[in-house]
T-cell receptor, first 114, second 115 residues
Framework: KNQVEQSPQSLIILEGKNCTLQ??????????LRWYKQDTGRGPVSLTI?????NTKSNGRYTATLDADTKQSSLHITASQLSDSASYIC?????????????FGTGTLLAVQP | EPEVTQTPSHQVTQMGQEVILRCVPI?????FYWYRQILGQKVEFLVS????????KSEIFDDQFSVERPDGSNFTLKIRSTKLEDSAMYFC?????????????FGPGTRLTVL
């Protein structure tokens, strides 16, 4: 079954600290993996997108890694800010199919405290 | 910067009533999607739409759901006879192409509450 699992479910860190969020997937055939940030009550916003040949991709203080062999990804946030408080969702896209249907993980709820 | 917009932001309705959720995709996009997110759960794909017809739909998208692009700018999701379990956030998204590498841009969502 095509699934995306994330850990931890929630995380509380102090402002300025780093953190790493994990994602495991069983989606096949794999096309690409994205990390989205979703603020409460808002739509998801894309942070990074990686294909199977990419091991790492950065977007400012966000760095995503991908191990296509073990089907794992991580999102590292450096020097966290209060505005980083949000849900971070790992999303995988399958190859084939009529259109680009995205398979979402359950998300990690991050709270950054002053 | 162009963005996807959705109206209304919050819709409250009685069970059994029809609702229409509206979306204005990014103007030069050709592929449109609806997703839903039940409170506390993951975002789920409902349907994709291209060239005035449904490209793909999930098992959630049953006969009570329909989508339409009534004019050149709007993309709507209609729920014919709402049920309590239809209460969720509904997100519209659009992309410039159908490739899995094309980024989907999401709207802010419509919160549907069925009483």
């Amino acid at each position: 079954k095509n699934q995306v699992e994330q850990s931890p479910q929630s995380l509380i860190i102090l402002e300025g600290k780093n953190c790493t969020l994990q994602c495991n997937y069983t989606v096949s055939p794999f096309s690409n993996l994205r990390w989205y940030k979703q603020d409460t009550g808002r739509g998801p916003v894309s942070l990074t997108i990686m294909t199977f040949s990419e091991n790492t991709k950065s977007n400012g203080r966000y760095t995503a890694t991908l191990d296509a062999d073990t089907k794992q990804s991580s999102l590292h946030i450096t020097a966290s800010q209060l505005s980083d408080s949000a849900s971070y969702i790992c999303v995988v896209s399958r190859q084939g199919g009529a259109t680009n249907k995205l398979i979402f993980g359950t998300g990690t709820l991050l709270a950054v405290q002053p | 910067e162009p963005e996807v917009t959705q109206t209304p932001s919050h819709q409250v309705t009685q069970m059994g009533q029809e609702v229409i959720l509206r979306c204005v995709p990014i103007s030069n996009h050709l592929y449109f999607y609806w997703y839903r997110q039940i409170l506390g759960q993951k975002v789920e794909f409902l349907v994709s739409f291209y060239n005035n017809e449904i490209s793909e739909k999930s098992e959630i998208f049953d006969d009570q759901f329909s989508v339409e692009r009534p004019d050149g700018s709007n993309f709507t999701l209609k729920i014919r006879s709402t049920k309590l379990e239809d209460s969720a956030m509904y997100f519209c998204a659009s992309s410039g192409g159908s490739s899995s590498y094309n980024e989907q841009f999401f709207g802010p969502g419509t919160r549907l509450t069925v009483l």
